[in-house]
């Protein structure tokens, strides 16, 4: 991967066992490899440490983001990498000796510097800057890390009941550990089946029934999505009087409030992994409704969007008018083509109406509730279309207040759904499907929140162009193709975003992905390189097919962007980046074109070259799946 983005922090860890020995590890660097383990697990470099005039050890930055989770960014038109990890917020410029820490100067023993386009760092600065727990086997000649993650508090909840119970476990089967008094306000670490983890004041966890505290604004505490792959949440639904999309928390806590920014009071809060149905949009705000709370809305960074167009059920039109019926169906009339259907629908009043998807034979029922066919409709009735994905329309008062429509295809369909004339129109809009059931991640890449609020813009051009913008446009092409053919597309992020790299990739093996699709650019130190390229990551320990799939993707992918580009083939790589190292399906990280580059930075910048790498990603996903 990019040269700067990518800057393996297994060197960096091998840098970090400085700490403990700064004359064995200059000696050990300079007679011998060094082994370095992460987690337990090996990691390796295509570029080894050295030791400098000033007598310190520099390593190649490599891979800081995907090992420990952490932002880098790189700078070309001011020779600056930023590092944030833990809270910390690491600025180097290239040849000083300088570094800002939280925005505080902060003096090194010697400056980082580029050898060979690679860009190296202190060891000992950076890691006594870093959380880890290092230690040095000598016998080994290895290094051995461990990442330490404080719990992660991810809001409050306040006792209700007179006393409460503090449990070891999320249920009754076991004994209390503690009680906490009314009106005591704990921390939430996590939640399960409609109970808290909290943490208590001596620091020891244990979990609290959710129905004996309230949250936020005393908004109760909901039961959380499962988290067994086996009972995996569905795809999104669409329908009228929705966006069709679903917003999944990705933030700790996501605070709900009554208008689009955060001068609006909060409404209540929510958790992550909570699903939100999204009702509007504005700016970089989400309206949500979250089931029985009220309507209220939340920033784009911290949630994923879902989008879907195949769709198995769903339910459209305001349903919260209770004893308000949709009326007389007065007309009925579609529209077709040879690669398109449209029904459409009218009423005396506001449509209400549900659907489902079917098999054998495909088709989609569609169910008009509180409603009765006009006397222009004359009863049942079916209809047999000569072209277009639809081939048969019946229609009939399937019960006393339902009209039910079934549009019946020889192949699986898409339906879009639009209510329109004040709700009182509903057109429905019918396309062949033939990705139909698959679920699909893109992951548009940085864009995470930093410490401080700024949001990672990944590599930086020497215009000023961000990697982050470039790729979040390129993404939307990919995605847009992809629900044209009916998939089900989730988007790591719209926006910036809270999510991490581990995020990420927790949000497609959540959610059963069929594949994951990484966007990026590459950079380098060095204005000259150029290309395009496309990494997967298939371990040994994988079974033969499966290492088989992720390479497959890799390749028909990288050829259709090669096809479209027409930029110099740097081939398809392997590397074990979080996430696709994090990800069970097949998984691919795309770099489009070195934005450090000036030809390819200008041709990253301009639309028409967007919208040919995101058509190409979407096309070698089709051919993937055998289209």
């Known amino acids: 991967m990019r040269e700067t983005k990518a800057i393996m922090f297994c060197l960096l860890l091998s840098t970090m066992f400085l700490f403990f020995s700064l004359s064995p590890l200059p000696t050990a660097a300079s007679t011998g490899e060094i082994g370095i383990y992460i987690d337990g697990d090996r990691v390796s470099s295509d570029a080894r440490p050295f030791i400098d005039s000033n007598g310190r050890t520099l390593v190649p930055l490599r891979v800081i983001a995907e090992d420990l989770g952490a932002g880098v960014g790189w700078d070309s038109s001011e020779k600056k990498v930023s590092i944030s990890l833990g809270g910390k917020h690491i600025e180097l410029r290239i040849g000083q000796s300088t570094a800002l820490i939280n925005g505080k100067e902060s003096p090194m023993d010697t400056a980082a510097v580029v050898r060979s386009s690679r860009t190296m760092v202190p060891l000992r600065f950076i890691g006594e800057n870093l959380n880890c727990k290092v230690d040095w086997e000598p016998d080994e000649r290895a290094v051995y890390i461990k990442k330490i993650t404080p719990p992660q508090v991810q809001g409050q909840v306040t006792v209700t009941a007179s006393r409460a119970n503090i449990r070891r476990d999320p249920s009754t089967n076991n004994d209390p550990v503690t009680q906490v008094d009314n009106g005591t306000v704990l921390d939430v670490l996590g939640s399960s089946g409609g109970w808290y983890e909290v943490l208590l004041k001596n620091g020891e966890r244990g979990w609290i029934f959710g129905e004996i505290v309230t949250t936020g ?28 999309r679903t917003a999944v928390v990705v933030g700790n806590s996501a605070n709900i409030r009554q208008g689009p920014s955060t001068n609006h009071p909060i409404l209540y809060e929510s958790f992550k992994g909570r699903e939100l149905e999204v009702l509007d949009e504005q700016g970089t705000w989400y309206k949500v409704k979250d089931r029985n709370s009220p309507e209220g809305w939340i920033a784009g960074w911290l949630v994923a969007i879902k989008e879907g167009s195949s769709l198995s059920k769903g339910t459209g039109g305001d349903s919260s008018r209770g004893g308000e019926t949709t009326g007389r169906i007065t007309e009925f009339y579609h529209d077709i083509s040879q690669d398109e259907t449209t029904a459409f629908i009218k009423a005396s009043g506001e449509i209400k109406y549900q659907y489902n998807t079917l098999t054998n034979p495909d088709r989609v029922v569609v169910d008009i509730l509180g409603a009765r066919l006009g006397a222009d409709l004359d009863g049942a009735k079916s209809i047999d279309l000569p072209r277009g994905p639809v081939n048969n329309i019946r229609y009939s008062q399937f019960d006393r207040d339902i009209v039910r429509f079934v549009f019946q295809s020889t192949k699986p369909i898409g339906a879009k759904f639009e209510l329109g004339n004040k709700g009182q129109e509903l057109a429905v809009n019918f396309s062949e499907a033939p990705l139909q059931g698959k679920v699909i991640v893109i992951d548009p890449g940085h864009g995470s929140v930093q410490p401080g609020g700024w949001s990672d813009p990944g590599a930086v051009g020497h215009s000023g162009l961000y990697e982050r913008d470039v790729v979040t446009e390129i993404a939307k092409v990919t995605g847009d193709n992809l629900l044209s053919q009916g998939a089900s597309v989730i988007y790591t992020r719209t926006w910036d975003t809270a999510a991490g790299l581990t995020d990420r990739a927790d949000i497609a093996n959540r959610y059963g992905a069929d594949i994951f699709v990484s966007i990026h650019c590459n950079a380098s130190t060095s204005p000259l390189l150029s290309g395009t390229s496309t990494y997967f990551y298939a371990p040994s320990s994988l079974p033969p097919g499966a290492r088989e799939e992720r390479r497959r993707l890799a390749s028909l992918v990288q050829d259709e962007l090669l096809r479209s580009l027409g930029r110099r083939n740097l081939g398809i790589r392997e590397d074990n980046f979080a996430v696709l190292r994090n ?15 000036p030809e390819e930075e200008r041709l990253l910048g301009s639309k028409s070259f967007q919208e040919k790498a995101g058509k190409a990603i979407a096309r070698g996903v089709q051919r993937y799946f055998g289209l």
């Open 583 to 597: 990800t069970k399906m097949p998984s691919i990280l795309v770099e489009t074109a070195f934005i450090s580059n």
């Open 217 to 244: 604004k005393d908004s109760p505490p909901k039961k959380d999505p499962p988290e067994d792959p086996a009972e995996k949440p569905s795809p999104p639904t669409a329908a009228g009087g929705t966006s069709g």
